[in-house]
């Protein structure tokens, strides 16, 4: 289908202002390109991206095959060097996706030459700011087939009807209403989850995709498959499945517009869920989980694909029902996920406290809502801090670090999905500073290894526990079937003789069930009686204190 358009202006035209006319120097007779014709009949130039008329965050290779999107969601828009025969296909495959983004790729035609575009102009989106414009159609791809990998093929009938194919499937009917009597250039938005694709080489539609279904029947067929589970509550086509291509624009851009704000520039995607989780739970993509049925707290665990590294930040976000907000529990545990079954997973993460390990749970405090965005970091302290829509909600947990730690989740009220946005490696929990001092935490969340703020007591916990006990004391498995006394740094006793809490009175106290030796027995009194105490130095759950008396 004809050469290379070559037009010797050197002028560019703003999108925002009257647009010349096409050039009629390509002479594009439909009527010759109806019939499906060989390959050999393509065009004698490659199809390439074009390589100066691209959004501001496109990086192109030298080969113009490969594009990727630097930062953000959006500036990203992309067209072919040359115009498209009818019944071309333009194929793409996805090599990047990016989880922290809603939406996906658009495709499309464009009737205007890429060439006589000014760059400067293009707008943040093909959808709707581009084909709100004459001379553009395009419309977003649906979520769940923008995985990496997937090659999409798109083209354009002798009617100008628009139809796109994953992989080898079926075609399906996109959309309508292209003018095939002028030039047609692709149009390609490298959008939301989609970060990079790559261009293959065009083929002609084959003859068996000459007869394509239609999206609806497509949607219809995929829910059916989806219903042969009666337990998924949630099927893929509730999730990111956009039918009309005037409806999710607009939502989908002020979405990802307002979580900006909340995340770092730069977000790593190597974080995603492991394999190993809940009974109830299902795995949608590597990075997105969700409950198959919310009408109660099942087992709903899920754990992160590898240990969290310290100082880097793990943003999630919560989909919730609309009727009531839901909760959501969390923790770090030395066990590695690929050493449990899915039945050793209990209904209740508080449990897993009992097991050898090392676990600390807690659930977050406030509501959750749709959308929602938290982030987790443990810092080089061992200082568990949380965010909740950029703001920081201080520190929830003291933990040991000096292991690997996996992050475990659970989904519970009307929590119906879990996703990773990604991670970064300089914590980011953007929004007012708070001391990293539990008795300075607003919010005191409910956990299992952290009693609320109390007298005295609680203030001078606070002063001593990462000051003193991480560097004086070799902390043993706190959760040993068998625990062993703790040991003490070397010095001319055998015994330490202050009492980590007061600094004043001598240690005489055991706690038990671990067995740790840190407190006097005023201290540990009164530590026993704070809601969910736990021991100063590993954490477990104190079931009694126990006076000693020393022989000599």
């Given amino acids: 289908v004809g050469g290379q358009v070559t037009l010797a202006r050197a002028t560019h035209y703003s999108l925002n202002g009257p647009f010349p006319a096409a050039s009629h120097r390509y002479h594009h007779k439909p009527k010759r390109c109806l019939p499906i014709q060989p390959c050999d009949n393509l065009s004698s130039f490659p199809l390439l991206f074009h390589p100066s008329t691209k959004g501001s965050q496109i990086v192109m290779d030298m080969s113009q095959r490969t594009v990727k999107r630097q930062a953000s969601f959006c500036n990203a828009i992309t067209f072919s060097n040359r115009p498209i025969g009818v019944y071309e296909q333009v194929r793409l495959k996805i090599t990047k996706k990016q989880c922290c983004w809603s939406g996906a790729l658009r495709l499309g035609f464009t009737s205007k030459d890429p060439s006589r575009i000014n760059p400067d102009t293009l707008p943040k989106y093909a959808c709707p700011d581009l084909v709100s414009q004459s001379g553009f159609w395009a419309k977003a791809l649906p979520e769940e087939l923008s ?16 139809f796109y194919r994953i992989n080898d499937s079926s075609p399906i ?195 959750l809502h749709n959308g929602d965005i938290l982030g987790f970091v443990v810092n080089a302290e061992g200082e568990v801090m949380m965010s909740h829509n950029g703001v920081s909600a201080g520190m929830q947990l003291c933990i040991d670090n000096s292991r690997p730690l996996w992050m475990f989740y659970g989904l519970h009220g009307t929590i119906t999905q879990l996703r990773i946005l990604g991670s970064s490696q300089n914590p980011d929990l953007r929004g007012p500073s708070v001391p990293s001092s539990p008795s300075c935490t607003p919010n005191t969340p409910t956990m299992l290894c952290s009693g609320n703020s109390e007298s005295n007591l609680n203030t001078a916990l606070n002063i001593n526990l990462n000051s003193t006990l991480n560097s004086n004391y070799h902390t043993l498995s706190p959760f040993s079937n068998h625990p062993e006394s703790p040991t003490f740094p070397s010095c001319s006793s055998s015994w330490s003789d202050e009492c980590t809490i007061c600094y004043e009175n001598a240690v005489d106290t055991v706690l038990y069930a671990c067995g740790h030796m840190c407190l006097c027995y005023a201290c540990g009194l009164k530590l026993k009686k704070m809601a969910n105490a736990c021991c100063p130095i590993c954490r477990r759950t104190i079931k009694d204190i126990i006076k000693t008396y020393r022989s000599t």
């Fill in 147 to 162: 995985n990496e990998g997937n090659i999409i093929s798109f083209w354009v009938d002798k009617k100008g009807r628009v």
């Fill in 173 to 367: 009917l996109f959309f309508s209403g292209v003018h095939v009597s002028e030039p047609l250039w692709a149009l390609i938005d490298v959008y939301g989850l989609t970060r990079g694709v790559q261009l293959l080489d065009s083929e002609m539609v084959p003859l068996d995709c000459l007869r394509p279904r239609s999206l609806a029947s497509a949607h219809r067929a995929a829910i059916q498959r989806n219903s042969d589970d009666p337990r998924l509550s949630v099927s893929l086509c509730d999730l990111s499945l956009q039918h009309s291509s005037s409806s999710c624009h607009v939502p989908q851009n002020s979405q990802n517009s307002q979580q900006c704000s909340l995340l770092p520039s730069h977000l790593d995607s190597d974080l995603h869920f492991h394999s190993v989780h809940g009974i109830h739970v299902t795995v949608l993509d590597k990075h997105t989980v969700a409950r198959l049925d919310h009408r109660g707290d099942e087992r709903t665990l899920v754990f992160t694909s590898r240990p969290m590294r310290c100082s880097e930040t793990i943003f999630v976000k919560v989909k919730a029902g609309v009727t009531r907000p839901g909760s959501l529990s969390y923790g770090v545990t030395s066990c590695d996920p690929t050493t449990l079954r899915p039945s050793d997973l209990p209904s209740n993460p508080e449990s897993l406290v009992d097991r050898k390990e090392f676990w600390a749970v807690c659930r977050v405090a406030v509501p």
